[in-house]
């Protein structure tokens, strides 16, 4: 089974509306972590967002907001007021630490954000 | 700290050549992790290590590949022989300790195989 699934190969937005990215993952953990990337047409990774499994409160950062539902083991990035320059692949991440006491990072298959003008 | 550091950042080689990707994390890290990113699979972990230990390699996708961290400050991928479905982009990422924290990357390597 994946660990984490993005259902969403691409989207659409127009430039200054929201637009929310879809993430589910999969683990027994009590104790995991979920991050947001952005990695644009150049390349580079960009981290944007962290959830700790005990935070209670949704993440935010700038106009980044995760949108934690552990019941559904949904972590959905929203990004409100799109611009020009957020077109790029999003990828949700998941660190978890199993049974073994080490700790590994799964990325899912990311989504491609177009926001057009 | 001048961030993790991959080296090359393009090659270009020959099927069959052997060839060698370079990482240095930050400074402090325990964890280095090496991904391959190809538009097929996405970001796929081939190899971690914690304190330069190796403790997950079950994503290698075949013998031809090995990697090997002598020190914290400094890994290595090998591909040997290269075969054109090698061709991928090749990220080493690095992360401070066991908690859940963000990871780190380096610009990545694009390898192309012919």
């Known amino acids: 089974a994946q660990k984490i699934t993005q259902t969403q190969p691409g989207m659409f937005v127009q430039e200054k509306e929201a637009v929310t990215l879809d993430c589910t993952y999969d683990t027994s953990d009590q104790s995991y972590g979920l991050f947001w990337y952005k990695q644009p047409s150049s390349g580079e990774m960009i981290f944007l967002i962290y959830?700790?499994?005990?935070?209670?409160q949704n993440a935010t950062e700038g106009r980044y907001s995760l949108n934690f539902q552990k019941a559904r083991k949904s972590a959905n990035l929203v990004i409100s007021a799109s611009q020009l320059g957020d077109s790029a692949m999003y990828f949700c991440a998941m660190r978890e630490t199993g049974n073994s006491g080490y700790s590994t990072l799964t990325f899912g298959k990311g989504t491609m954000l177009l926001v057009s003008p | 700290d001048a961030g993790v550091i991959q080296s090359p950042r393009h090659e270009v080689t020959e099927m069959g050549q052997e060839v060698t990707l370079r990482c240095k994390p930050i400074s402090g890290h325990d964890y280095l992790f090496w991904y391959r990113q190809t538009m097929m699979r996405g970001l796929e972990l081939l190899i971690y290590?914690?304190?330069?230990?190796?403790?997950?390699d079950s994503g290698m996708p075949e013998d031809r590949f090995s990697a090997k961290m002598p020190n914290a400050s400094f890994s290595t991928l090998k591909i040997q022989p290269s075969e054109p479905r090698d061709s991928a982009v090749y990220f080493c990422?690095?992360?401070?300790?066991?908690?859940?924290?963000?990871?780190?990357f380096g610009q990545g390597t694009r390898l192309t195989v012919v």
């Open positions: 290590f914690n304190n330069n230990v190796p403790i997950d």
């Open positions: 990422a690095s992360t401070p300790g066991r908690g859940n924290t963000e990871a780190f």
């Open positions: 959830q700790g499994s005990y935070d209670e």
